[in-house]
């Protein structure tokens, strides 16, 4: 089975093991019922112990498992209709990120996202996922656009980072993050971030300092990703899963830490094994939240927008 | 087995050879269309197979071999676009005067206006697409390459006003060689009148989708063309401020061949999508029915 994880392997072994026996069966016509369900509460046992106690690190190779759902597959579940809008109007359209206009549910929405590849070619194509300044520039454009017309931004988030690289830099990489979380602080409509994968650092939050922030349950979303905290603080960037213990980065620490507003659950397994259960769960959500905020008049919702980040952090005063 | 094998490539090199072999959209370039009466028949400029005008009719004046987009002008685009009978027209006789007394300027408006049987080089007026009401401008370059003079800058500024008049979208074709030459400086100036009001537009929060047709360049893509809420632009419709030519000798170089067009600016992000002509319609259809839609106020709140 392409993208099986190690620790995944006592489920494969028995899947194999359980259709075995089935196709035995069936060949055979020698009746194993009672062996086949023995198997499948061994199988669903054995699910529940891998899944219930994955580590950090588990957790992050799970967020980068390929098959997980993108986020033209999210916007594709939350939109009846949509449009997919590019360009920068300045340097470049950055395919890591993609952004237009939709119906959701009947309503308005622009819904924003980065997006990784299905593939080799598509991944190369997308950067990985990884956006330049451009990407960053034709995110902001569209959430202007949105504010014209008042209609609320959905965003996707799932990267590894902003790229890092020398294009990037000489077109000011730093400042296209900046200006966007200066703008997306005073951005006079509703916004809603999820975070799908893997939420890297400010090139998450470039995209993120949103209304409401919901995290997928194997997701992970920190100030760097693990094992380049390790390179830097032990240089040895084998150490990652260490880092993954430390740095609290996964969806429930989001929520105890008070970054998240909310976990998505995923799929037994992750998000990969039922695509579109997941993109169904997500849809719900952005739904729900996208009324709920409505509901607020604009003042209040800037204001609470405002005190959201202002009470973060956490210190000692003597 | 080994015999398979040998059936399978003998096989395999056939079908090579015969993909190698398969001519372009026949119809070779040297029979011309001498006997054919005008009107009738048209050459493709991009594979050069020759169209029945009824068949370039159906197929919205692009090529269904090459996907080349021909040059329409206003009155065709109005029909293949708005919703029949819906269209009222305005200023239709607006048009230039020569505030420059610029040698043989008022003989070539003359000679365009027969051509084309309009007063100016751009037609506007208000519409409906698909039910949807809205305001749209149509720039015809066979009118003196499209270029704005101040009869096309005091039409199009009319209509944007008329768009915030109305409180309904605004939709304009752009097709110009730029600022009319024989106005001075008061052609230039249509760029800073109708840039004034696209910006009421915008404050207005009036939805304003430019759509860029063959081809687009100097003061209007310096001014309008670039920056409606949403820029769709016609498959290879020259979008760009300085022409190939000007370019190549200022800096000496060759420049690629699909330079300035749609396709090269959606990949340098300065259009929001390409469309072809037979799915304008639509498109706008669609776009103008999310910027209709209801908001989010009274959806109602579920608890999260």
């Avoid at chain 1, 830097?232 to 996964?250: F, N, V, Y």
């Avoid at chain 1, 008049?297 to 927008?305: D, V, Y």
Wanted: aromatic share 6%; glycine share 10%.
């Amino acid at each position: 089975m392409p993208g099986q994880l190690e620790f995944e392997r006592p489920i494969e072994e028995l899947t194999k093991k359980l259709d075995e026996v089935r196709a035995f069966m069936r060949q055979h016509g020698i009746d194993l019922s009672q062996e086949v369900a023995r198997l499948e509460a061994e199988l669903e046992q054995v699910r529940a112990r891998v899944y219930g106690e994955l580590t950090p690190w588990q957790r992050v190779q799970i967020a980068r498992q390929p098959g997980r759902p993108t986020t033209l597959d999210y916007i594709r579940g939350l939109c009846s209709e949509f449009i997919e809008l590019h360009g920068d109007r300045n340097f470049r359209d950055d395919p890591a990120v993609i952004g237009g206009i939709g119906l959701a549910d009947g309503r308005p929405v622009t819904v924003i996202g980065t997006q990784k590849g299905r593939d080799t070619k598509e991944n190369v194509y997308r950067n990985f996922g990884m956006a330049h300044p451009e990407g960053y520039r034709k995110a902001l454009r569209l959430m202007k656009q949105a504010e014209k017309f008042g209609r609320p931004v959905v965003l996707f988030i799932d990267t590894a980072g902003a790229y890092p690289g020398m294009s990037a830099e000489e077109r000011g990489q730093s400042e296209a993050i900046a200006r966007n979380l200066l703008e997306m602080a005073g951005l006079r409509v509703p916004t809603v971030s999820f975070v799908t994968g893997e939420g890297g650092s400010g090139g998450a939050l470039g995209l993120g300092l949103t209304d409401r922030i919901y995290v997928l349950e194997y997701a992970w979303y920190s100030v760097i990703a693990p094992e380049s905290a390790a390179a830097i603080l032990w240089k040895d960037s084998t150490q990652g899963p260490r880092a993954a213990e430390l740095m609290r980065i996964g969806a429930r620490d989001l929520v105890e830490l008070g970054v998240a507003d909310g976990m998505i659950r995923e799929p037994v397994g992750g998000a990969q094994k039922n695509p579109q259960e997941m993109v169904a769960r997500v849809a719900e959500q952005a739904l729900s939240a996208l009324r709920e905020l409505a509901q607020k008049p604009l003042e209040q919702l800037l204001a609470e927008r405002y005190d959201k980040y202002r009470q973060m952090g956490i210190y000692s005063e003597s | 087995m080994l015999k398979d094998l040998f059936y399978k490539k003998r096989h395999r090199y056939a079908t090579v050879a015969q993909t190698n072999r398969r001519p372009r959209p026949e119809i070779p370039d040297e029979v011309p269309p001498r006997d054919v009466p005008k009107g009738l028949v048209e050459k493709c400029k991009g594979c050069g197979a020759l169209l029945m005008a009824r068949e370039l009719q159906k197929h919205a004046y692009t090529c269904p071999h090459c996907n080349y987009h021909f040059p329409i002008g206003g009155p065709e685009r109005l029909e293949m676009l708005l919703d029949e009978g819906s269209f009222e027209e305005f200023d239709a006789a607006l048009s230039s005067e020569d505030p420059l007394g610029f040698p043989g300027y008022r003989e070539k408006v003359e000679k365009a206006q027969q051509a084309t049987n309009l007063a100016e080089g751009v037609v506007t007026g208000a519409g409906r697409i698909d039910g949807q009401a809205l305001v749209v401008g149509v720039m015809d370059s066979r009118f003196i390459m499209g270029s704005m003079g101040s009869a096309v800058g005091e039409k199009l500024t009319r209509a944007m006003e008329a768009a915030l008049a109305r409180q309904c979208p605004m939709v304009l074709f752009t097709a110009s060689g730029g600022a009319r030459m024989q106005e001075g400086i008061l052609s230039l100036m249509q760029m800073a009148k109708t840039s004034a009001a696209v910006n009421r537009m915008h404050e207005a929060g009036i939805l304003y989708v430019s759509v860029i047709t063959h081809p687009t360049t100097g003061g209007v893509s310096a001014s309008f063309a670039s920056v409606g809420d949403i820029i769709l632009a016609e498959p290879g419709a020259l979008f760009g401020f300085a022409g190939r030519r000007v370019i190549e000798q200022t800096i000496r170089q060759k420049l690629p061949d699909d330079f300035q067009t749609a396709e090269f600016m959606l990949q340098h992000g300065m259009i929001d999508k390409v469309v072809h002509r037979k799915q304008m319609r639509d498109t706008l259809a669609t776009i103008l029915r999310i910027h209709a839609a209801r908001g989010w106020q009274d959806a109602g709140a579920t608890g999260v």
